[in-house]
């Protein structure tokens, strides 16, 4: 029987705030008055793929169990899933959904052609997310993790981001 190894979902630590305006949620580095303010201090940001037909749905990776036998976990199977997964559609997925849910699903129901989702925790061992993540507000030399600014659009102000998104004002 194979040795299953610890899940371990990539992830990133923001220093600043998590706004909300109306149903969006944006990352900054200092709270403003034109938003709500739901977190501050240190985030865990985690990164899903959403699944085929069900894009409300989406999963963190937590362990990636594939068909021969191997399990990667960590930056090995975030780089696997998104690179060479369409070789093995039938490799398992193991992790904790957008809602908190855990769960395992099939790589053949992913939508890996989806951007990928960005979720905000409280802290590393949280499994439920704060909020998606629509937006980083921050200048171009803040010193930001590189794969937050891969995976989120990134503005220098809040009225720049507010001027190119809509976004629901409930």
Known sequence: MPNIPEREPIGDTFDGVLLRLGSAHVLA???????????????TLRYAIRYLGKPHLSIVPGLLA????????????????????????RA???GYRNDGHDDMIAV???????????????????TQPIASIEALIAPADATIAPRIRQYLPCFPSLE??????????R
Request: no cysteine; proline share 6%.
């Open 92 to 94: 398992d997925v193991v």
């Open 66 to 89: 594939l068909d021969y036998g191997d399990m990667l976990t960590g930056e090995e199977a975030w780089t696997f899933l998104l690179r060479r997964s369409n070789l093995h559609p």
């Open 160 to 169: 720049d981001w507010q001027a190119n998104h809509s976004y629901d004002e």
């Open 108 to 126: 053949k129901w992913l939508d890996l052609a989806q951007p990928v989702e960005a979720l905000a925790y409280t802290d590393a061992s949280a």
């Open 29 to 43: 580095l200092a709270p403003s008055p034109a938003a709500e303010t739901v977190a501050s201090g240190t985030l």
